[in-house]
C-alpha cells in the first residue's frame, strides 16, 4: 500500500502553502477541500441530500451549492454544521479511498499528502499513517486574518474559537512543520520531512493508509 500521511493545521496557518510545496518535491497532494466541492457538484447525491437538509434557498442562481452562505450558518448552528458533515465526511473519505486505489496502480510506493483541516477533528488522524501539522503562534493567525480577509481583531478570534487551537493538534504529530518564519525555511523543513517519509514510503507497505 502506498504511505498516507495527513495534512493539518489552522485557519491561516499556511497550510496551503505547505501542501503545494510537498507536491512540487512529488508527493501526490489529495485536498479535502477540492474532495468537498466535488461530492456536491450539481446532481450528485450529495447536492440532493444537502438540498433537502437545508432547502433551495442555498443554491446559487446556478443551481450550485451556496457555499458562503451555508459556510455562515455552520459558523453560527453547530446542529446545522453536524448535519452538513454528515453528508461531507462520509462521501469525501469515500472519494479519498478511490483516488488512493488510482494512486496505487500507477505507483505502488507513492507518497501521498492528505491535506484536510479537520483530520485531528473528526477522528481521521487514526485512518493515516504519519501526521503533519502545520503550526504558527495564535497571535501570528489573528494578525494572518486581519491582514488577509480584512477582518477586526474580534472577528478574527471568533473564527479561532470555532476550531481547535494549533497548540492542541501538536501532541498528535508525527512532524510539525514552524511556519511563522521566512517562506525559505518552512521550504527547508518540508523538504526534510518529505526525504524521511519518502523511505518510509520506499520501505514497505503501510495498511493504514489504504
Request: proline content about 5%.
Amino acid at each position: 500500500m502506498v504511505l498516507v500521511a495527513g495534512l493539518t493545521g489552522g485557519i491561516a496557518s499556511g497550510k496551503s502553502t505547505v501542501a503545494r510545496f510537498f507536491g512540487k518535491l512529488g508527493a501526490q497532494v489529495i485536498d479535502a477541500d477540492e474532495l468537498a466541492r466535488k461530492v456536491v457538484e450539481p446532481g450528485t447525491p450529495g447536492w440532493h441530500r444537502v438540498v433537502e437538509t437545508f432547502g433551495k434557498e442555498y443554491l446559487t442562481p446556478y443551481g450550485e451549492l451556496d457555499r458562503k452562505r451555508l459556510a455562515r450558518l455552520v459558523f453560527q448552528d453547530p446542529q446545522a454544521k453536524e448535519l452538513l458533515e454528515a453528508i461531507i465526511h462520509p462521501r469525501i473519505m469515500s472519494l479519498r479511498r478511490k483516488i488512493t486505489r488510482k494512486i496505487l496502480r500507477e505507483d505502488p510506493k507513492a507518497l501521498i499528502i492528505f491535506d484536510i483541516p479537520l483530520l485531528i477533528e473528526a477522528g481521521l488522524h487514526r485512518k493515516v499513517n504519519r501526521v503533519i501539522v502545520v503550526w504558527v503562534p495564535r497571535e501570528t493567525q489573528i494578525q494572518r486574518l486581519i491582514g488577509r480577509d480584512k477582518l477586526t481583531c474580534q472577528e478574527a478570534e471568533e473564527r479561532l474559537k470555532n476550531q481547535m487551537p494549533l497548540d492542541e493538534k501538536l501532541p498528535f504529530a508525527h512532524y510539525v512543520v514552524d511556519n511563522s518564519g521566512l517562506l525559505e525555511e518552512t521550504e527547508k523543513q518540508v523538504e526534510k520531512i518529505y526525504r524521511e517519509l519518502k523511505i518510509l514510503a520506499d520501505a514497505k507497505t503501510h495498511p493504514i493508509g489504504a
